[in-house]
């Protein structure tokens, strides 16, 4: 098990702003409003976590009771080889998973950090999963908050499950830690075929939507691809650039600036 301090190192974004970068920006963030009414988180700069659910249930069926050669991560895999290629440009994300092989295990891999254009390794990674072992999401959730600094820094986790945790975690109590342990750190969770399990009842459903409700997360249920897509979609997007991006355009408006002097 892991244990909640670990505080790896995070280049910061300079906090110089020429005017032309400025403006720049603020119109892109009003555009960025404007295509998204409904988008009520601040232009995101935070680093992000995918929380991917590899247990054997995710090798399942799409269709309970009758055959289908579809299998849930296969669904999976194809929402988020259509969201990622654009959401990977203006976010850094890493990558956990949580359940693959061997069977009926609890566990747990850190495949790799948050990292500037990770679409392509973050798919290479998910393709590659044989999902065969239980669902120790907490954990997932756990080893997440370490590698973003959760005391001292903003975060977002994006939680895909298809199903209970089954390895002893309590999901809603790591959310109230989280809420008053953590400087900023949103857990949205995406239900994926939630109410198609006999395991899975209502207080299951609760215990994972109170982690995202603690966190001031979304709790997003999905029942197919596309809801998978429009999911990925709102908790990976950026409003406007990452850290990454967003110096990029702070470096090209300094230069404009000072070549107009």
């Known amino acids: 098990m892991s244990h909640l301090g670990y505080t790896p190192g995070m280049n910061m974004l300079s906090p110089y702003l020429c005017p032309p970068a400025l403006v720049f920006m603020t119109l892109l963030a009003g555009s960025a409003a404007a295509q998204a009414p409904d988008e009520t988180r601040i232009p995101c700069t935070e680093d992000a976590m995918i ?15 009758l055959f289908s050669a579809i299998t849930r991560i296969d669904e999976v895999r194809k929402a988020l080889a259509q969201v990622l290629p654009n959401a990977a440009k203006f976010r850094k994300i890493g990558l956990i998973t949580y359940g693959p092989g061997p069977y009926a295990q ?20 998910v393709n590659a999963i044989n999902p065969a072992g239980k669902t ?16 001292s820094e903003q975060g977002v986790i994006v939680l895909l499950t298809d199903g209970e945790e089954t ?47 603690e966190t001031g997360g979304l709790y997003i249920t999905a029942e197919n691809r596309q809801d998978l897509i429009e999911a990925f979609e709102k908790t990976l997007g950026c409003p406007m ?8 355009f702070l470096d090209i408006g300094k230069a404009n600036h000072e070549g107009m002097e």
């Open 106 to 125: 609890c566990n747990v891999k850190l495949d790799f950090p948050p990292m500037p254009s990770a679409a392509e390794r973050i798919m290479s990674v």
């Open 241 to 248: 650039m990452s850290e990454v991006g967003a110096k990029e």
């Open 167 to 213: 390895c002893g975690g309590a999901p809603c109590e790591l959310g109230k830690f989280l809420k008053a342990n953590a400087r900023r750190l949103t857990v949205h969770v995406i239900g994926f075929q939630m109410k198609a399990f006999s395991w899975t009842g209502a207080q299951s459903i609760l215990d994972v939507k109170c982690l995202a409700e």
């Open 51 to 65: 929380v991917f659910d590899a247990s054997g249930s995710m090798a399942g069926n799409m269709v309970q009771g």
């Open 136 to 151: 120790p999401l907490v954990e997932g959730v756990k080893q997440a908050v370490e590698v973003l600094n959760y005391r």
